[in-house]
């Protein structure tokens, strides 16, 4: 069974730059997560994704973060305009739904370096 | 809020020494504890799902134990390609993650 796929890999820009990251969830996976991990820490959550409908997005700066999840099963997040702070490795995550204890699998990530 | 903290923040071992990491949590409403490993350049793979006090899940050199406020990771003899960093996250009914920052093991032949 193929993971869950993220590209880019990796992606190097300058402070206000857009960059945007994409992610293809395991097949049959309906609920689609997208997290931040900052060197050294654990991963954050920032926007979850229930087939085309965001579930939970309170921990997404909406100034300059953006995501969407078209058809119910790719999804895109975008950063508009980039900040240093905002170097960091970007995680997808798929579980078959969102019933909690369902379990999270990872994509590689996209690591964001913001020069 | 959900909090979770894992120590120690780095552990190193011996080949075949045997030790345990330890994950405590408070959280309203516990769904699932979660443990992972992650590589360097990997994103987290899943290792277990505890549900409720008192359960103990067994992989290869790993076992996982739950309690009502903390979990261990007991890792049994263990070898150079255990090295990883562990996270542990919990659940809550909304099925978000809370991790914690993760114990860094190396595992020195």
């Known amino acids: 069974e193929a993971g869950v796929a993220q590209s880019p890999r990796y992606k190097i820009i300058e402070k206000r730059q857009s960059v945007a990251f994409w992610c293809n969830p395991i097949s049959g996976h309906a609920t689609l997560y997208w997290y931040q991990q900052i060197l050294g820490q654990g991963p954050k959550l920032l926007i979850q994704f229930q087939n085309n409908g965001v579930v939970d997005d309170s921990q997404l700066p909406k100034d300059r973060f953006s995501a969407e999840r078209l058809k119910g099963v790719d999804s895109t997040l975008k950063i508009q305009p980039a900040k240093l702070e905002d170097s960091a490795v970007y995680l997808c995550a798929s579980s078959l739904d969102a019933g909690s204890g369902e379990t999270q699998y990872f994509g590689p990530g996209t690591r964001l370096l913001v020069l | 809020e959900d909090q979770v903290t894992q120590s120690p923040e780095a552990l190193r071992l011996q080949e075949g020494e045997s030790s345990s990491l330890n994950c405590s949590y408070t959280?309203?409403?516990?769904?699932?504890l979660f443990w992972y490993r992650q590589d360097p350049g990997k994103g987290p793979e899943f290792l277990f799902t505890?549900?409720?006090a008192g359960e103990e899940k067994e992989k290869e050199r790993l076992k996982a134990t739950l309690t009502k406020k903390e979990s261990f990771l007991h890792i049994t003899a263990p070898k150079p390609e255990d090295s990883a960093t562990y996270l542990c996250a919990v659940n809550n009914a909304g099925n978000m993650l809370t991790f914690g920052g993760g114990t860094r093991l190396m595992v020195k032949p």
């Open positions: 959280v309203s409403g516990l769904r699932g």
């Open positions: 505890l549900y409720s």
